[in-house]
């Protein structure tokens, strides 16, 4: 067990985002991206209910995902203020990730289970993605923002009104190392303690 717990400890702590532009261009095997989904479903989650969908994006998908995303941020072209830069760099964003995976939430039905614990069991899916990912050495990163929790986002996944979106998750082999972690503050000042 010490050796289990070390090992767990190291994880959680080693754990980094790494962007798609900190990637090398090698491709991922599918395989690895399955193991990935499989530890995802083994988050916790109130009543079973399992809300966590995924997406996997790649090859000449991750071209349309990018356009999407470019065009979500500046739908016309010739619009004062269109700024080309900005819009490629959206659009070719997902090509330099090996997949990326849309991530979104079916909401449940049963009215004992608030909204709220439904989106952090997904959040629960996508940390044990991260882990995973660490732990094969692979780099990884979850793309939030407006375009994360939007309803084009939803619908450009092929979901229904019975969901919503909640992000991207870039995967990718790290082009260098993890950067060194850090903390502003321990966990002390962020913790009280009660008898």
């Not at 996997?56 to 998908?61: D, F, M, N, S």
């Not at 732990?135 to 986002?153: C, I, K, M, N, P």
């Amino acid at each position: 067990m010490k050796e289990e717990l070390a090992i767990l400890k190291r994880i959680l702590a080693e754990r980094r985002s790494i962007k798609p532009e900190d990637y090398s261009g090698e491709l991922i095997d599918d395989h690895f991206v399955k193991l990935i989904l499989e530890q995802a479903n083994w988050a916790p989650t109130h009543g079973y209910t399992e809300p966590w969908r995924f997406v996997v994006y790649k090859g000449e998908a991750l071209n349309r995902l990018g356009q999407f995303l470019a065009t979500y941020d500046q739908a016309d072209p010739e619009a004062e203020g269109f700024n080309q830069i900005r819009f490629d760099r959206k659009a070719n964003r997902p090509a330099m990730a090996s997949h990326v995976i849309g991530i979104a939430m079916k909401s449940g039905t049963n009215p004992k289970i608030p909204e709220i614990e439904e989106v952090a069991a997904v959040a629960m899916a996508v940390q044990n993605m991260w882990l995973m990912t660490h732990t094969l050495g692979l780099g990884s990163y979850w793309s939030t923002g407006e375009v994360a929790f939007s309803e084009a986002l939803r619908d450009f996944m092929g979901f229904d009104e019975d969901h919503k979106a909640m992000g991207l998750f870039y995967l990718g082999k790290p082009a260098k190392e993890n950067p060194k972690g850090r903390r502003i503050s321990e966990i002390e000042s962020k913790v009280r303690w009660e008898d």
